[in-house]
């Protein structure tokens, strides 16, 4: 499996879907509804995206998961989290995609950062005797 490849190939089926868009789309002061609004676009589209690219697409997980959407190549399922925000610094993003692995490895580098953070305060804590103890830099 190329998930080069494969990401390219979602990518422009997913800017193409949205190309028709592109002018009206206007920058909201809301990023959850404009990450909505692109959400609900490719959840309508997402069976003939996939039908057309080859693919057999999954059933739209739930709430809570590591991915958006999925679809089957082979044995194998590929997940993607469509990233709506904090790819734009100002307001909003023109949305983009993740391969699930490549998600998984931003979010074990995030928790693993924050995880060492916490045992340095804990240690600190210990340290002066279990007084003064914060989470946050003094």
């Given at each position: 499996m190329n998930l080069k490849?494969?990401?390219e190939k979602i990518e422009q089926a997913l800017c193409s879907l949205f190309d028709e868009m592109r002018t009206s789309i206007s920058s909201r002061?809301?990023?959850?509804?404009?990450?909505?609004?692109?959400?609900?676009?490719?959840?309508?589209?997402?069976?003939?995206?996939?039908?057309?690219?080859?693919?057999?697409?999954?059933?739209?997980?739930?709430r809570r998961t590591l991915y958006d959407f999925a679809f089957n190549h082979g044995q194998q399922i590929v997940g993607i989290d469509v990233k709506t925000k904090d790819l734009d610094s100002s307001r909003y993003s023109d949305g983009g995609i993740c391969?699930?692995?490549?998600?998984?490895?931003?979010?074990?580098q995030r928790v693993s950062r924050d995880a060492l953070k916490r045992i340095e305060a804990l240690q600190k804590f210990k340290d002066n005797g279990y007084q003064h103890f914060t989470f946050s830099p003094r």
């Open positions: 490849e494969i990401s002061e809301d990023s959850r509804a404009f990450g909505a609004m692109i959400e609900k676009r490719i959840t309508s589209h997402w069976p003939s995206i996939c039908e057309n690219l080859g693919y057999m697409p999954s059933p739209i997980p739930g391969l699930f692995v490549t998600l998984a490895i931003q979010h074990y």
